[in-house]
């Protein structure tokens, strides 16, 4: 069935670092990608959105792009700060069905001064 | 901007008992789904719900839960009996339809059953 993968957390950056998040995905046809970030003791915000192939998505610095050929989506930020302490969540929605969302497992971000 | 509410932020209840946990969707939304998440785990979907009814549910959304928009903008998650294993966030999200368009998330509530 239909997955995400993640790269294990957590993350610890100092202020100004070049932050990777890998995210890979398994579906059966084309779906939507997503970033969500859950700051501590908040719900789920999107963060960014692909749906199709070579889309690149960002918001707030943030940027990750929809390959199809490595069925990949990581998710980047040239220099991260303080206030990016999160958990992020790379997400896949199905363009079948009622689409529901899939969730990976997150990846908790630590910003250090 | 509009944004999914819901209520309780956080809600205690002994083993056995039934609560209803409330959403309100966004207004010109149309399709509506609730989301669990036990502490430290991932997002796990429990349900959508579209036209008035259940359009596909998870394993986990067994006869002790259920769902039910009562009126023009509520949509709730009851869940009869409740059992330790049900102490997660729960969370509502909604839709304003299929494919590329995303769900929008309320900030959740808490459920801890003791």
């Known amino acids: 069935g239909n997955s995400v993968t993640q790269m294990e957390g957590p993350v610890t950056l100092s202020e100004e670092a070049f932050l990777t998040i890998n995210c890979t995905y398994t579906?059966?046809?084309?779906?939507?990608l997503f970033w969500y970030v859950q700051y501590p003791g908040e719900g789920l915000q999107l963060l960014l959105k692909?749906?199709?192939?070579?889309d690149k998505g960002s918001n707030k610095g943030f940027e990750a792009t929809y390959r199809k050929e490595t069925t990949s989506f990581h998710l980047e930020k040239g220099s991260v700060q303080v206030s990016d302490s999160a958990v992020y969540f790379c997400?896949?929605?199905?363009?079948?069905?009622?689409?529901?969302?899939?969730f990976g497992p997150g990846t908790s971000l630590s910003v250090i001064p | 901007e509009p944004e999914v509410t819901q209520t309780p932020s956080h809600q205690v209840t002994q083993m056995g008992q039934e609560v209803i946990l409330r959403c309100v969707p966004i207004?010109?939304?149309?399709?509506f789904y609730w989301y669990r998440q036990i502490l430290g785990q991932k997002v796990e979907f429990l349900v959508s719900?579209?036209?008035?009814?259940?359009?596909?549910k998870s394993e986990i959304f067994d006869d002790q839960f259920s769902v039910e928009r009562p009126d023009g903008s509520n949509f709730t998650l009851k869940i009869r009996s409740t059992k330790l294993e049900d102490s997660a966030m729960y969370f509502c999200?909604?839709?304003?339809?299929?494919?590329?368009?995303?769900?929008?998330f309320g900030p959740g509530t808490r459920l801890t059953v003791t």
């Open positions: 579906a059966t046809g084309y779906p939507s």
């Open positions: 997400a896949l929605r199905e363009k079948t069905s009622y689409d529901k969302v899939i």
């Open positions: 692909a749906t199709k192939a070579d």
């Open positions: 207004s010109n939304h149309l399709y």
């Open positions: 719900f579209y036209n008035n009814e259940i359009s596909e």
């Open positions: 999200a909604s839709s304003e339809g299929l494919a590329t368009y995303e769900q929008y």
